[in-house]
């Protein structure tokens, strides 16, 4: 893993959170975008080398809004950007990660994805992601 790439937090709407994360970071949204397979929007804010995703459901059963009603908004998952998605895959599954999709995903911001199941990182989700070429 080379670097945290960004941090998710999940919010309940944009109208709201965007401006309230460009005051905090005081910083403009420089993109959103949505993730139709995930049923959610994303926007983006660079601080330093890392940026904050903002996540939003479009769906009331989606996974974001699900989140929500369990935890409340706040920190989703932690991605840390890789060289080459494939081979950490197969390197976490032989430390004995559980991933959460067999495949790399197509994810926000022009990112192949992949989830680490919480239960084997204390509670966290971890997402790898690597830059599409």
Do not use: W
Request: proline share 3%; hydrophobic share 35%.
């Amino acid at each position: 893993m080379q670097h945290i790439d960004h941090i998710g937090i999940a919010v309940k709407d944009f109208k709201t959170s965007i401006p309230l994360f460009e005051k905090l970071l005081n910083t403009t949204c420089y993109k959103t975008e949505l993730v139709e397979s995930e049923n959610v929007n994303t926007a983006f804010f660079k601080t330093g080398e890392t940026k904050v995703e903002l996540l939003e459901s479009v769906d009331p059963e989606g996974v974001i809004a699900k989140f929500i009603e369990k935890k409340g908004e706040g920190i989703h998952h932690i991605a840390f950007d890789v060289k080459d998605i494939q081979a950490e895959m197969k390197r976490l599954q032989e430390e004995g990660f559980v991933l959460l999709n067999e495949t790399p995903k197509n994810g926000a911001d022009n990112k192949l994805v992949c989830f680490l199941h919480p239960k084997g990182t204390n509670g966290v989700l971890v997402e790898l992601c690597q830059t599409k070429n």
